[in-house]
């Protein structure tokens, strides 16, 4: 054992040594060839860093100090393991230097993005100041603490750090998402102020600041190639700090692509200028010949259009390797920003323009990589670039805040006085000079305004800062005031400009941008009008016009270059199939939204649907008893009086136009493709994203199948608490001996039903299924009461599961108390019900609340199709022949109702009319074909209620009914319900009349209504008609 | 006027095609150098061959429509340079001195409609768009993606519901663009 342990030991010491020593050796190698490469490049620099405690390149000082440092460390650190092999292992070690780098540049990461979740949230900031500003003065702020901590070497801003790392990102994110046309439509106004703008820029302030040295105002000597190489410097317009101001002003986009392209494109001026007069005071003045010059003026040429070759073709290969990416999924993104950092890197390479390469490679990837990679690797490049880009900046600004703060500075009052000045004055001459030369040609003139904050939003920044720390010392002795002085421009002009530049925008009332996606017109109806444009340039005989040569570019690219580059190319104006499934897309979601909240919609309305159905329908027909009684229902009423009068239930429930049909196939598709399965097994792969089949397609049959099993499940359950509660429903009140014998008949048939099972399909009783709501009904005795002859009041239960139809007579008098214990059981129920809940709300299965807490509640009917109460359905307007004649036959003379409606004998209807209306609230139907009717009459307060009594029972049997026929849908279920019926309820009634079965019917009726029993008895056929009229004087027939 | 009358301008045609269409003398000259080179056959008019003839509007896949528009002013099928400089003339820039001109917003509107409108009913039917569509995008896209984009297209626009794009609704859908300055070109001095 011991031997095993000490074994393990030594090899974890070994390989301790291993990773610890060799690597800080290399590390210390690499850090010895870079410092050699810097001082190939600049060897005055580093003398002077190793000299005068250092600001410049102190990564490179202090990795190279940290490194040998850590070798010193190192050598420690084998001595001690020597020493820990005598003695005693550490538990625990701390090795900064190990980690030290990376560390560093994690914690500058992090802390700028916190500085940016910190300018985030504090809004007030944002309005005061762009982000960049804050950034700054946060790095200031770390500098200061830098500083006086000692540790200011950990400043990190390097030139090679900012070219090679910093830059890139922010450049590949501009190029890539630079609006291609818009660049191309401006490129002229582009060039011509990137090149000759900057050019213009850098001579006059270089001669100007050179004129001024001449009176001896700095006190240093300053030649004029040192001024040209400082003005080259400074004339730049940086693409870093533009980007970051006018991304928060939102300018009009023609100002943008003009302050941003120039800012861009003149990297190639600037880096050309730079080499050429770095170059130039290198060989000293004396030493140049005309031929330098020209050389120049050609290596402006070579930098330029080189970089822009160099980018066009690194962003054809991009592309072209996008085409078989498809391949490697994960890792498509990748190539878009290996090979833009190469076009960057090659052009460097050869001192051309890194800048203007990796825009043109952004450009010209961006489309056919688009349209070659998924749509997941798009976002992921999207999000990737713009958070590289992002970070970049802020590190940027911080480390720019961070490095002003160093010992190393040469004020040089006038200096700074005078750059800024000429920097300014020189830059508005400029733009207005060129300005005033593009209008001439310009299709889109740029105004007073737009030139104003073109030359305004001439923003200095790290670029400059980056190269001017580039300058060698040896050359150039006043490199320390040039730095500061740069340092002053770049806070003068972000600080200042940038922060007054959004008020002045304001201010000055500048067009600003309003970017919107384009809708599906705008987008074909501009694409037709590029064309027609290009059309109309080659009847005008203008061959070079812009969309002639976008119209050519257009032809030869979709004939020769995407075929090539991308791997569907079949479609010519990919632009416009974009657009379509960008907007499908955010339809889809839109979609899912409005059908998550049309859910819950739809599942209170259901709650009214039906009844409200009825309700409508009803009020359609009984037009001049409108008035205030069925106020309750106004919302319901408002939008269906005026749109149909449609008196057939089953057509009212099932008349499917071409758009319906239509529309419910499309709900189907999208509630089917929105169902999600529950995850299957997912077999997780490193290189694979399973992105072909995110879930499998469900099918409409499969989920229907799921429904239903769903549904028997559910109608089980039902059963079984219709068998446990069969017993509870017979209540009988036996004072009177007609209940008595009620109670009787029932028990019996409850015995016979309980023998009979749940066979009874279809020979269930098919009535009593019409309802009505009572409004505004406020009285507890209105419950469900059946009377007697002799009782005043009783409740009535209809047994659900028998073949006939027993009515128990309940007593439920508000004010006898001895009734009180037989009918408490459905009182209770009832009135546990909310009371603007209609009777139909409380009884129907699918509208009651669960809150049912004795047995005999019946499943809520879960699926009602949404459609049931959408107002296209149940628009109407032509009547079914049947009642079109019937209606017509009694227009003129009165409003048809139910009655005539439902071919109820007339003198019914006669008895119903000559009543006194008035004083009836509700009237009840339910007859034997199953077609329910109500009409409702106007309502005084001390009315009379009609009400259905056997609420229970209907309920439960059109539950019953929708289930056993299967019905996919609730209303086709009561579509099946109404019609199939008759011969069932034929067969029905026979058979209860052998058994003796007597259709109960109770009313309890005022006595103003003395006709009803003659209406009723005239209603011989009707197996089942309740009727209650509740009131003082209470009055019930049984038939 | 008479065909044979425009081949040489008369002094007061000059003004009249300067007060009509707002061009100056050079572009009229630069124009009419450009009409009489496109008029091979020498008759003073332009039928539509000659202008398919324009190498660069057969490759424009909306060229024959371009061409149909161009003659919708013409009762015989030829455009004299007078009817010329007019169509031309929509495509000028809007100066902000100068309103209800050839020129107008609505004008130029009005031309890209007749593009799609080929009965002249003034509405857009879901087969005109359709076959629009056919010509921007190329052939072998199916028929239903291109009818799918057709009907969002004509569903987005039609407001008054009729399946029809009028051309009210044709402009309400492109009040957010910039048709002044997509719809001019800078005709050369």
Redesign the interface.
């Known amino acids: 054992m011991s031997s095993v342990s000490i074994r393990t030991k030594l090899t974890f010491i070994s390989v301790f040594l291993i990773l610890n020593l060799p690597a800080s050796s290399a590390l210390a190698e690499q850090a010895r060839v870079n410092t050699e490469s810097v001082h190939e490049e600049t060897p005055r620099n580093i003398d002077h860093l190793s000299k005068t405690n250092p600001t410049v390149s102190p990564v490179f000082h202090t990795s190279s100090s940290g490194i040998a440092n850590r070798r010193e460390q190192g050598n420690s650190i084998e001595e001690d393991t020597k020493n820990h092999e005598n003695h005693r292992y550490h538990v625990a070690t701390v090795d900064f230097p190990h980690v030290s780098i990376p560390y560093i540049i994690s914690a500058w990461i992090l802390i700028a993005g916190l500085a940016k979740i910190g300018f985030h949230v504090t809004p007030k900031i944002g309005l005061i100041c762009p982000e960049s500003c804050i950034l700054i003065v946060v790095g200031a702020i770390i500098g200061l603490l830098l500083f006086y901590t000692g540790l200011e070497r950990v400043g990190p801003l390097t030139p090679n750090v900012f070219f090679l790392y910093m830059l890139p990102p922010i450049i590949l994110d501009a190029g890539y998402f630079m609006p291609n046309r818009l660049f191309f439509d401006n490129m002229t106004s582009i060039l011509l102020y990137a090149v000759v703008g900057t050019v213009w820029n850098a001579l006059t302030i270089g001669f100007s600041l050179w004129g001024v040295g001449l009176t001896g105002l700095y006190g240093v000597d300053m030649p004029l190639l040192d001024t040209l190489l400082f003005s080259s410097i400074v004339s730049a317009v940086d693409p870093v700090a533009v980007l970051a101001v006018f991304e928060e002003i939102h300018v009009n986009e023609v100002l943008y692509i003009l302050v941003f392209g120039e800012s861009l494109l003149n990297d190639a001026v600037t880096v050309v200028l730079y080499h050429m007069f770095e170059g130039y005071t290198e060989m000293g003045q004396k030493n140049i010949l005309p031929i330098d010059y020209l050389a120049g003026v050609l290596s402006f040429i070579v930098a330029s259009l080189g970089g822009a070759l160099l980018g066009v073709v690194w962003g054809i290969l991009a592309a072209f390797l996008s085409r078989f990416t498809h391949h490697v999924l994960i890792i498509e993104p990748l190539f878009v920003f290996v090979l833009g950092y190469l076009s960057y890197l090659t052009a460097e390479l050869f001192h051309l323009s890194g800048i203007v390469a990796l825009t043109f490679c952004g450009m010209t990837m961006k489309n056919y990589v688009e349209e070659n990679i998924s749509y997941k690797s798009h976002i992921t490049l999207k999000y990737t670039m713009k958070m590289l880009a992002n970070t970049s900046e802020t590190i940027i600004f911080l480390f720019l805040g961070a490095s002003t703060v160093n010992e190393n500075h040469d004020w040089n009052t006038w200096f700074v006085i005078m750059t800024i000045l000429f920097c300014s004055v020189y830059r508005s001459i400029g733009v207005l000079i060129q300005t005033w030369m593009l209008n001439f040609?310009?299709?889109?003139k740029i105004n007073k305004v737009e030139q104003f904050i073109m030359a305004y939003g001439g923003l200095r920044g790290a670029v400059a800062f980056a190269l001017v720390l580039v300058v060698s010392e040896k050359y150039i002795p006043s490199k320390s005031m040039m730095v500061t002085t740069i340092i002053v421009v770049v806070y003068f002009t972000v600080f200042l400009q940038g922060m007054t530049i959004g008020p002045l925008v304001r201010f000055l009332n500048v067009a600003t941008s309003?970017k919107?996606k384009p809708?599906?017109?705008?987008r074909?109806?501009?694409?037709?009008?590029d064309?027609?444009?290009?059309?109309?340039?080659?009847?005008?005989?203008?061959l070079i016009?812009n969309?002639?040569l976008r119209?050519?570019f257009k032809?030869y690219n979709n004939k020769f270059i995407r075929p090539l580059l991308t791997r569907d190319h079949?479609?010519?104006?990919p632009k416009?199939?974009e657009t379509?499934s960008k907007?499908?897309l955010t339809d889809a979601m839109n979609l899912v939204k409005q059908n998550n909240i049309m859910g819950s919609v739809t599942r209170i309305d259901q709650k009214i649907s039906l009844s409200s159905l009825i309700r409508s329908y009803t009020q359609s027909n009984l037009p001049r008893y409108s008035d205030g009684s069925v106020l309750s229902s106004q919302g319901v009423t408002s939008q269906s009086e005026s749109s149909f009068v449609n008196l057939d239930m089953g057509e009212l429930a099932y008349s499917p136009s071409y758009k319906d049909l239509a529309d419910a196939q499309l709900h189907h598709i999208l509630s089917d493709s929105m169902f999600k399965p529950p995850r299957r097994l997912h077999r997780y792969s490193r290189d694979v994203i399973d992105e072909t089949t995110p879930h499998p397609p469900f099918h409409h049959k499969t989920r229907m199948q799921i429904r239903h099993i769903l549904n028997d499940k559910k109608s089980k359950k039902r059963k079984g608490y219709h068998h446990n509660n069969v017993r509870n429903d017979y209540i009988c009140n036996g004072k009177g001996p007609k209940s008595q014998k009620y109670s009787r008949q029932k028990k019996q048939n409850t015995d016979s039903n309980s023998r009979k099972t749940t066979s009874l399909r279809f020979t269930l009783p098919a009535s009593i299924s019409e309802i009505s709501e009572v409004e505004n009904y406020s009285h507890q005795n209105q419950e469900m009461v059946l009377d007697d002859d002799d009782n005043p009041l009783f409740g009535t239960v209809f047994s659900p599961d028998d073949n006939g139809i027993t009515f128990t007579a309940r007593m439920t008098p508000p004010e006898n108390d001895t009734h009180k214990r037989d009918t408490d059981k459905i009182s209770q129920s009832t009135a546990t019900m909310p009371l603007s809940c209609t009777i139909t709300e409380t009884t129907l299965p699918w509208k009651r609340d669960e809150n049912c807490t004795d047995g005999c509640c019946v499943w809520k009917q879960q699926e009602f199709p949404p459609w049931v109460d959408n107002k296209e359905y149940h628009v109407y307007t032509s009547l079914t022949n049947t009642f079109m004649g019937k209606i017509s036959s009694d227009a003129d003379t009165k409003t048809p109702d139910v009655f005539t409606v439902f071919g109820l004998e007339k003198p019914i209807q006669e008895d119903t009319k000559n009543e006194n209306i008035n004083t009836v609230n509700k009237f009840i139907v339910s007859q034997t074909d199953n077609i329910g009717a109500e009409s409702v009459l106007p309502k005084e307060e001390d009315s009379a209620n009609l009400e259905i009594e056997n609420v229970e029972t209907a309920n439960r049997f059109i539950n019953r009914q929708l289930y056993n026929t299967g019905a996919e849908s609730a209303l086709s279920g009561e579509y099946s319900f109404y019609h199939v019926h008759p011969k069932e309820s034929e067969e029905f009634v026979s058979k209860n009349q052998k058994a003796e079965n007597k259709v109960d019917v109770s009313i309890e009726m005022q006595d103003k209504l003395a006709k009803v029993p003659q209406m009723l008895n005239s209603w011989q056929e009707s197996q089942a008609f309740v009727i209650n009229l509740s009131d003082e004087e209470i009055m019930s027939e049984r038939l | 006027m008479g065909n044979k009358s425009s081949l040489v301008l008369k002094p007061e045609e000059w003004e009249e095609i300067k007060q009509e269409t707002g061009f100056t003398q050079n572009q009229i000259s630069?124009?009419y150098?450009?009409f009489t080179?496109?008029d091979k056959m020498n008759t003073g008019t332009l039928g539509r061959e000659d202008?398919l003839r324009?190498p660069?509007?057969a490759?424009?896949?909306?060229?024959d429509?371009?061409?149909h528009?161009?003659f919708s002013e013409s009762l015989d099928g030829t455009i004299n340079f007078r009817q010329f400089v007019r169509v031309?003339s929509r495509?000028r820039?809007i100066k902000e001195s100068e309103k209800d001109k050839l020129n107008s917003r609505e004008e130029k509107l009005r031309?890209?409609f007749r593009?799609?409108d080929l009965d002249d009913d003034d509405k857009i039917s879901r087969d005109e768009l359709l076959a629009?569509?056919h010509m921007?995008?190329?052939v072998?896209?199916s028929e239903e993606?291109l009818a799918?984009?057709a009907d969002?297209?004509i569903m987005?626009?039609d407001t008054d519901g009729d399946r029809l794009i009028s051309f009210e609704e044709?402009c309400a859908?492109?009040e957010?663009?910039d048709?002044e300055?997509?719809?001019?070109?800078?005709?050369?001095h």
């Open positions: 040609f310009r299709l889109h309003n919107t809708s599906m017109n705008e074909l109806h501009t694409r037709l009008i064309h027609l444009m290009a059309g109309i340039e080659d009847i005008a005989g203008h016009g969309y002639h119209d050519k032809h079949h479609v010519k104006e416009i199939f379509y907007l499908n | 630069r124009l150098g450009r080179s496109l202008f324009i660069e509007l490759i424009n896949p909306l060229g429509r371009i061409v528009a161009f031309l495509f820039r031309f890209a593009m799609y629009v569509l921007l995008v190329g072998d896209i993606q799918s984009i969002r297209t987005e626009a044709f859908t492109l957010r663009t048709i300055e997509k719809m001019s070109i800078r005709f050369l």
